[in-house]
Structure formats: C-alpha cells, structure tokens
C-alpha cells in the first residue's frame, strides 16, 4: 500500500513569489490535513480537508490556502512568499470516517521542504 | 480546550540505558494519545496510540506508554536505547469534542550517546 506522496520534496523561491505544494493521500483516506515545521515554532497546523471541504483552519494569514480534489488528492498554495516561510511542509492522511474520529491516526508524507531567498 | 506539554526538549541517554521522555496533557474530553517519531528530514511515524482500551499501550521498536489520568500523564519508555533511536519525538493528543483537531507537543530531540 503505497504511502502519502508529497511533491516536490525540495524547493527554492524567492521573495514575493508564489508556491504550490502537492499531496496525495492514501488510497480510501479522505482526510487530508498540512502542517508548518520550523525550529521556531515546532509543528503548526495549516488547516484540513475532508470530501473537498475545508472543515479547520489553523492560525495562519491568508496568503496560505488549499484545496482538494473528488480524488482526495490536496493541494497547497502560498502567495507573496516571505523569508518566514521557509520551513517543511508535511501533509498528512487519515481514514477520518465522521467528525468525531481523533482517534484515527495521521500517516505522514515526507515533507516538502521549502527554501525562501 | 485541549493542550500538549513535553517537559525536556533535549533528553540524552547512553546506549543501552531506558529512555523516558515525559508528556502531559490537557483535555475536557476523553482524549486520545499518541506519540510520533521523527527521523532527520523525514516525515512522522506513530510509535504508538491510546484510546481507552488499556493503559499501557506498546509501541513498535520496543517502545510503550502509560496512560495515567490521575497524573494526566502518557509518557514514554523503552527499556534500552539503541543508537537508532536518536530522533524527535512528538506527543499528541486528539479529543471527541466533535471537532477533528490534534495538538502537538513541541517534542523532545533525543540523543544516543555510545
């Protein structure tokens, strides 16, 4: 069973300019969540989709968006990049079958590690 | 409201001795625990979860947890560090208050010492 996708692995942008991160989940996970990870700050939670909704959103501006796709498969997108954003991005899927299911557990793609000049 | 703390963001150990790495919670709901690894660029991996079913809770690679609500603790152990172990480790709890959200702790970065 192959595990969660994330493209590109590696990047660099410059100031100003925009991104757009990739992920796809396990096959029959229809929860798709995206997490921020720097030195600084740990682990912050960007937001979750689930069946192409958007059902939370973490505390970030809204240069941060995404979306996802009939097939599960989640995008995200950063516009006007900031030095800040440099940071892994990790995506992350779960079976999530109802609202109250915080004990399905997250499997995590391998990141996507942004660099920002 | 739910909260995660890791009370050592650096634990060293020499191989072959336990591990300990301490975690507590917060939580108005029952929660679920989980405890995640994270190698050096990689993604995380579950090392193990709680959802009631029973106290202490094993984990792969040898590593268990207890949950001990008197004390509103989960943390973890393992009986004898390998060198593979050196890694970050994140806490994690997750309630069923009807909103699907998990809370991170700010992990502990555990080092192996030979």
């Known amino acids: 069973k192959a595990g969660v996708t994330q493209t590109p692995r590696y990047l660099i942008k410059t100031r100003g300019q925009q991104v757009t991160l990739s992920c796809s989940p396990i096959?029959?996970?229809?929860?798709v969540s995206w997490y921020q990870q720097t030195p600084g700050q740990g682990l912050q939670f960007l937001f979750e989709?689930?069946?192409?909704?958007?059902?939370n959103k973490g505390n970030f501006p809204g240069r941060f968006s995404g979306r996802q796709f009939s097939n599960s498969r989640s995008e995200m997108n950063v516009s006007t990049l900031e030095l800040g954003d440099s940071a892994l991005y990790l995506c992350?899927?779960?079976?999530?079958?109802?609202?109250?299911?915080?004990?399905?557990?997250?499997?995590f793609g391998a990141g996507s590690r942004l660099t920002v000049l | 409201a739910q909260s995660v703390t890791q009370l050592d963001s650096h634990v060293s150990v020499s191989e072959g001795t336990p591990v300990l790495l301490r975690c507590n919670y917060s939580?108005?709901?029952?929660?679920?625990l989980f405890w995640y690894v994270q190698h050096p660029n990689k993604g995380l991996q579950l090392l193990l979860k709680?959802?009631?079913?029973?106290?202490l809770v094993k984990g792969i690679n040898g590593f268990e947890a207890e949950f001990k609500k008197s004390e509103t603790s989960f943390h973890l152990t393992k009986p004898s560090a390998h060198m593979s172990d050196a890694a970050e480790y994140f806490c994690?709890?997750?309630?069923?208050?009807?909103?699907?959200?998990?809370?991170f702790g700010t992990g502990t970065r555990l080092k192996v010492l030979a």
């Open positions: 709680y959802t009631s079913a029973a106290t």
């Open positions: 994690v709890v997750s309630g069923t208050s009807g909103t699907y959200k998990y809370i």
């Open positions: 992350a899927s779960s079976l999530l079958t109802g609202a109250s299911s915080g004990a399905n557990v997250l499997t």
């Open positions: 989709y689930f069946s192409e909704t958007q059902r």
């Open positions: 096959s029959g996970h229809r929860s």
């Open positions: 939580s108005s709901y029952s929660p679920s």
